[in-house]
């Protein structure tokens, strides 16, 4: 169980690397200060991930086991690629917001909306269904995403200066990859994996991630 729990937290607080709920904690501190913010976001975590983890774990009751694994191992694929995108810059922190309520619960409904339907809490939902332990993957995602605001709120001007973004991306990407390429391979039938089979699975990968980063650089530029 320690290392669904370890694995679920690694792979959600590198999905959140970089993600836009991770930029408005950033924009939050500014106005309410750290532990205001990290108190709301890490609230709006767990009753976040609580809500994927019982949809997953719904989920897996009607779909055989080894299904969810093929499905959760293209999930992670996409991911990854996912994570190639250039991502359009939001701006999530009206004045109007801090004058109608609390710093906490404004802070705790922006975060929450935000994660509403996001990569890390679709990445959630698939794992809890993988998994089969819903307590394990939620008490996971929840550590794992809050660790990654923490790092986003404490260590900002840190990771601003000595890792670049692309880089952050690029790492995640090549995590996800490695998780969906063995979630596949161990899941899916046997005959279904040959040479050919992989080799156009390698080339075909390849020529994604090199249209999304060669966007990407034609973006910034």
């Not at 694929?77 to 801090?98: I, M, Q, Y």
Request: with cysteine.
């Amino acid at each position: 169980m320690l290392s669904i729990f370890l694995l679920t937290a690694v792979v959600v607080f590198l999905a959140e690397l970089g993600d836009k709920t991770q930029l408005v904690c950033m924009a939050f501190v500014a106005r309410f200060g750290v532990w205001k913010v990290l108190s709301a976001a890490s609230a709006a975590v767990v009753v976040n991930t609580g809500l994927a983890v019982a949809l997953g774990e719904g989920l897996s009751r009607i779909v055989p086991f080894s299904t969810l694994q093929i499905i959760a191992g293209a999930g992670f694929l996409g991911f990854g690629l996912w994570s190639l995108r250039s991502e359009e810059e939001e701006e999530n922190c009206p004045d109007s917001n801090r004058k109608k309520g609390s710093p906490f619960w404004t802070v705790f409904f922006t975060f929450f909306v935000a994660e509403l339907g996001d990569k890390t809490q679709l990445i959630t939902l698939g794992l809890a269904a993988k998994q089969g332990l819903p307590v394990i993957t939620w008490l996971g995602a929840s550590a794992g995403l809050i660790a990654a605001q923490a790092l986003g709120i404490f260590m900002s001007g840190f990771i601003a200066k000595h890792i670049p973004p692309r880089a952050l991306q690029v790492g995640a990407a090549g995590i996800f990859f490695i998780f969906g390429t063995l979630s596949l391979y161990q899941n899916l039938p046997k005959h279904f994996i040959s040479p050919v089979v992989v080799l156009a699975y390698v080339l075909i990968l390849s020529f994604l991630s090199y249209l999304l980063l060669r966007k990407k650089s034609s973006t910034l530029e």
